[in-house]
């Protein structure tokens, strides 16, 4: 059947679109009696249109289906040729070989009669024979399927080249028949459609991992609205990590050579990568495949930390009425490693267990963790970088569509893209509350939040007298974590002092801050008890501040009942006690 007929979608398509074209200037002309049925018919051109678009790309994915299925028919029978042809250069070998062997032991043989004894079957010669046509006939019908096969092949590749031809050419036909239909669209009082093209020309270049990625974020984009959101596809920059390195294991494994691990490696080397099915072949996602074995471990590294020419990258605009950086998440993909990172350059170690358990800090393709081969033919243990500020966390090649390894736990779900972009905006939205908070405390400005001001008691003679961000408190934890951001606050209450260290996670305010209060030497009161025990309270009162709109004031309510806390221990001496602490000693007392 023609594709270009009529009844086809192709020609129903242009038929349209002839139409519809020849109908826009006679309507813009009309008289106001001519317009309302010229209008009609001209929706009508525009849902036939649209309709026959479809089936086009519903054709032409069943083409493509049949294409595939034609092709593995294809490789089958090319797969039997080959065996035949096997089959038939062995049997030649043999001949050749038999055929003329000289024996000297056969000459010096004599047989009685004078003749050599034959006792094999006379029938045996015509069963070759027969065998041999009945062979040559299947091998020819072969042949001539193959021929017809090869023959359908390249009219469906005639057939592939026009629809992709007619494919490319539909964008710019859509275009013309969009700014043609712009006078209709401001008749009715519907809204001109807009693309931004340049934004979709540079995300076919991008791997297919990233790709994907940007689908999703697009889709989610229109399907709930833009919002706060920006969604851009700007060039990738490397960031190099000072900690990367070679595990030690692997050089004790170079300085002893075992022939089983050259066999291994030889073997691994000559391992073809799978083809990558991505929407840019230029920048296809490879399998990870050894280095050449004359490249150094350290040359290695800088390429299999290379990463993709082109990143995607979502910002998040601050709250209304606040002044803070935007946050701008950044999507790398790193072919060699086939992997994913994250990074978030306005504000470090953000994204640190965005998601249970998942730091950030393992490498999700194990098949990428032995990418290096040493001069000598041996595998390197690579460790990714500790201080590598984008991380390759596993809710990002999960959205990215890429899945190494089953999950941990099989009841747990994985993250959508939804339920990831409202986990940021989260986290972002609690971070800048943080930092405001911070600027309060740092200008001596100690207030509840309006839902519990009435519940949280303000203190009488204890004063926030400093407040310090991104300190070290060495002496106050036993370890301090790159990702927890550190404070120190000075409580004064009639000239004695007490210097309270705040860890904050970057899951704040889901993960409450851990508090540690030290005293001046000198000083009875508070003593150390009760230090600790102004701690814990803060600790176990923070479980009942519920109100959602005071939960990221949690740090200031804190710092609030520490100083009513230190109010009371200098009102009633070194023996008093808080919470349940109190209840136990009154116990012990009666």
Known sequence: MDRQSPSTSVGQLKAASQELRSLLPKLIDAHDSDISPRVARALLLLQKIKSSTRDTFLETEAWRKRVA????????????????????DHLLREIKRCRGFPMKEMDKIEFPEGQLPVTGDPDMHAEHLLRLETEKEAREEVQEQQRQLHAKIAAVDEAIVEKRTFLESLPAEIAAI????????????????????????DAKELPSALYTLYCELEAYMQAMGPGSLQLRIAPAQATPSSSTKVSSRSVRERTTPVPEVDERASKRQKTTPLASRSPSPSVASPAPAPAAATSTPAVQLAEAY???????????????????????VRFIYLPVLGIVTVETPAYPHLLHNLFDKDAGDVQPNVAAAYALVSEDGHEVDMDYPADAPARPYLWAQWICGLAFQRRSEPTRPEPSIRCVLTTLAERYESRVALLALSDRLAARRVEAHASLAAVLPKARKTTLVKWTANVRPTEAFATLHAENSYFRAVLEHDRSRVNVYVEVSPAYPQVPPVVVCEGERRANVPSADQLKDMALEVSLASKSWHAPDAKPWLLMHQIMTLMTCLDEVHAKGDKYTFGSKRAVVSDDTA
């Open 178 to 201: 969009e700014k043609a239909s712009e006078p209709l669209q401001a008749l009715l009082s519907i809204p001109v459609t807009t693309m931004d093209v340049a934004r979709q020309h």
């Open 306 to 328: 290379s990463v993709a020419p082109k990143a995607v990258e979502i910002e998040f605009m601050p709250p209304a009425g606040s002044s803070a950086v935007p946050l701008c």
């Open 69 to 88: 299925d034609q092709k593995d028919l294809v490789e089958a029978h090319h797969l039997k040729l080959q065996n035949l042809m096997y089959e038939k």
